[in-house]
């Protein structure tokens, strides 16, 4: 089973069908049991939430965890969801099989000792709010040079789409601030599970040196530079597809349930339809039995 942390931008319905995510969930799906959530402030969960922390991206996952029936998995994260994997796979190594960490990082970018980078942050928000969700303004265009720096004007449109799809500018500010001020470094040296770190080598989002530092400090584990300047990989990214890590075929059930949050009063809203991805067409719209899963997250 591989259960994928959120990040920033989820849609646990949208991304079937967005032409960024949907490819590399299909191809996920027809090999696992994924297992997705959406985290705290975007997607299905609630919008409007008090804490929008690191510990609280902890606390969601928490939650997913507390209520999967299998002792062990395999975590995927993307992104700031890495540092969310990492945190997890120290406090709980009997349960993680092997982590996956694309594009991840140990330290946002307030954490990183640099005045640039922190002004870097500053400017990135300034930019967030101004253009959120609208492909015509310059502001979008500046944002998805950084995102997707060989983006078409279509592949600009799709980060609008989600952008608009997923949060607000307010909510999405939040979520990026606290992202920005992660830091993880010193659990690196704890990690039991074994690790693949896959980076774009020319990511305009995450330098590779956090890559690389993350690669360095985790006990054995293995670095794979990836020949992208985009953050997100993209579809019919070749370079990515030999870096997935095998497994069994997934098999297929369907659950319900609510279930109470291990941190207290918010509560997980489950609504699994969980399958192979099989008969999922090369237009991006899902197959008839529904995406591998759908979870998410609620709090009061």
């Known amino acids: 089973m591989l259960l994928k942390t959120a990040n920033w931008l989820n849609h646990l319905e949208y991304d079937w069908v967005s032409p960024l995510w949907a490819p590399t969930f299909r191809r996920l799906a027809a090999s696992f049991r994924l297992i997705r959530y959406d985290g705290r402030g975007n997607g299905l969960s609630d919008r409007e939430v008090a804490d929008i922390s690191f510990s609280g991206f902890e606390s969601d996952l928490d939650a997913v965890t507390a209520s999967i029936d299998l002792p062990r998995f395999s975590l ?11 945190a997890y796979a120290v406090r709980h190594p009997g349960r993680v099989e092997r982590l996956i960490l694309y594009g991840g990082y140990a330290q946002g970018r307030n954490r990183r000792g640099s005045p640039e980078e922190a002004a870097a942050s500053q400017a990135f928000l300034t930019i967030l709010r101004q253009g959120w969700g609208d492909e015509h303004s310059a502001f979008m265009r500046a944002f998805s040079s950084i995102y997707l720096p060989s983006g078409s004007s279509e592949q600009i449109g799709w980060i609008a789409e989600l952008q608009r799809r997923t949060t607000t500018a307010d909510a999405a ?6 992202c920005d001020d992660i830091d993880v470094t010193a659990l690196l040296a704890k990690v039991k599970a074994p690790t693949l770190v896959l980076h774009a080598r ?19 584990a293995r670095f794979v530079s990836l020949e992208s300047e985009n953050h997100v990989p993209l579809p019919g990214g070749r370079p990515g597809r030999r870096c997935w890590p095998r497994s069994r075929p997934s098999w297929r059930w369907a659950e319900k349930r609510n ?6 009063p918010h509560v997980v809203r489950w609504d699994w339809a969980v399958a192979p991805f099989k008969g999922a067409g090369d237009d991006g719209a899902p197959s008839p039995d529904g995406p591998a899963v759908r979870a998410g997250v609620r709090h009061p």
Request: without cysteine.
């Open 259 to 264: 279930l109470a949050s291990p941190d207290g």
């Open 76 to 86: 995927l994260g993307i992104s700031q969801g890495a540092a969310t994997a990492i």
């Open 202 to 220: 020319r990511d305009n989002v995450v330098p590779l040196d956090q890559g690389r530092l993350i690669a360095s400090r985790i006990p054995n």
């Open 173 to 178: 500010a939040r979520i990026r601030g606290a």
